[in-house]
């Protein structure tokens, strides 16, 4: 097998491609690659000579997804595609442009890459193409360490996403996923491979400092000890990653367009940031998500019980589960937040579980429930009301709560069984006062 058309990272910058010829490109294809992939070449010629631009633009998706073809995408789609890309539909181009950055791994010549096809996509008459190219971008970015770019590439982006209709899923699943990435990974990246930059992206939230639990610890262990880093420092935020990591995994099927890897760190990094989002007190949308299956049979399976055990508001399984933190050191370095917000979500099941008749709660008990001292009985009300968990009222002098809603919330099995319970009680007093008041009626009529 030839390697004229092979990729060489390590290269200079080559000049832009002549006009093609497509009989020396075909000839010099079929000369230079396996033969499995000469078919193609020959289906390329023919689409080509015919202008049958459609069927071409789906052979050459079939071509960049061939394995085969990994050394060769660069070339054919720089020496072949540019030349009538502007023929083509411009979102699958783009599509194809994002496949085949993937596999230049010197930083300059991607970015260079990505850019050049950005000033060819008309930006007003092919939107969509233009946000997943430049979500792209901001992704590279990103790996890169360009944080200030990331963030103004993303900025762009929205502006436009914000105001399509109907955008395809693939656009939407770029954006957000570059936006999750955004607020979850600070980083300081080696100058050279991408998939040894991306390798250190995915390391999660367990790579958050011990010393700055807010911040990533990106060279920990000296992961890149021949590497020279960027200086660049940022802040994990958990509530944006949570909010976009879930807009993202709308975008796709978890089981069919991520690996089985991929599945386990964002299930874990959403378990993370779903305990320490000062802002997230509702895991309904979580709970409910396939991914969080990932983490079955996994050492982060007790990730997954942690979430219910929040969801239920329940102390005693929380306590349980407590010794397993230092398996993930930013929970232990954050454990009395978490023990707050374990006592927030006892209040919360607290009060879901009573009557609306009988929610005027003594500090004793609200105490009693939540395991605190009734001195803190009062602070932890009014964080509740704060965050608007919960609505109401508090009275110091008589220590006591009245609470008139609770904040909605996905329920457990055991949860919908108390639930259906109350129904029952209800529906046994309405035929209580329908028996009562009946003769009454019958003897106004």
């Not at 920990?220 to 000890?225: I, K």
């Not at 079955?296 to 929380?318: A, Q, R, S, V, Y």
């Not at 879901?352 to 605190?372: H, P, V």
Request: aromatic share 10%; proline share 5%; charged share 25%.
């Amino acid at each position: 097998m030839s390697s004229s058309m092979a990729v060489d990272s390590t290269a200079p910058a080559a000049p832009a491609p002549p006009k093609l010829v497509l009989d020396e490109f075909i000839t010099e294809a079929v000369s230079g690659t396996p033969s499995e992939l000469h078919p193609f070449f020959e289906a390329f010629k023919t689409m080509h000579t015919r202008k049958l631009w459609h069927q071409l633009t789906l052979k050459l998706h079939e071509f960049f997804d061939h394995p085969l073809s990994k050394p060769y995408r660069v070339e054919v789609f720089e020496r072949f595609v540019s030349d009538f890309e502007s023929k083509l539909n411009q979102l699958r181009v783009v599509e194809m442009g994002v496949k085949v950055s993937r596999e230049i791994d010197n930083p300059e010549k991607h970015l260079t890459f990505l850019t050049s096809l950005l000033s060819r996509i008309n930006k007003e008459t092919s939107q969509e193409a233009y946000v997943l190219l430049l979500a792209t971008i901001a992704h590279a970015k990103l790996l890169y360490g360009d944080l200030e770019g990331t963030k103004t590439d993303m900025d762009s982006a929205w502006k436009i996403l914000d105001i399509l209709e109907g955008v395809d899923a693939g656009v939407n699943a770029a954006y957000y996923g570059v936006a999750a990435d955004y607020y979850k990974v600070p980083v300081k990246v080696p100058v050279g491979f991408m998939s040894d930059v991306y390798a250190s992206m995915t390391r999660g939230f367990s790579n958050l400092s011990s010393s700055n639990p807010m911040s990533y610890r990106c060279c920990r262990d000296n992961l890149y000890p021949n590497y020279s880093f960027c200086s660049c420092q940022a802040k994990a935020e958990y509530a944006p990653y949570y909010r976009n990591s879930l807009l993202y995994l709308a975008c796709l099927d978890p089981a069919k367009d991520m690996t089985v890897e991929e599945r386990v760190s964002r299930a874990h990094d959403l378990g993370i940031s779903a305990f320490l989002g000062d802002t997230i007190y509702n895991f309904g949308e979580l709970l409910m998500h396939p991914i969080l299956d990932a983490l079955d049979g996994t050492p982060h399976e007790w990730i997954k019980k942690l979430l219910f055990t929040f969801n239920e508001g329940n102390i005693g399984k929380f306590e349980a589960l407590a010794p397993l933190f230092p398996q993930e050191p930013i929970l232990q370095e954050n454990y009395p937040f978490l023990r707050q917000k374990i006592c927030l979500m006892a209040l919360i099941e607290s009060v879901f579980k009573r009557s609306a008749d009988n929610r005027t709660m003594t500090f004793e008990t609200i105490g009693a429930e939540t395991r605190l001292p009734v001195d803190e009985v009062e602070h932890l009300v009014m964080k509740a009301l704060s965050l608007k968990l919960i609505r109401g009222s508090m009275d110091q002098v008589e220590q006591k709560a009245h609470i008139t809603w609770v904040q909605p919330r996905v329920l457990s099995k055991q949860q919908i069984g108390d639930l259906s319970k109350r129904l029952d009680q209800w529906v046994n007093k309405l035929n209580t006062v329908e028996k009562r008041i009946a003769p009454e009626v019958l003897i106004s009529a």
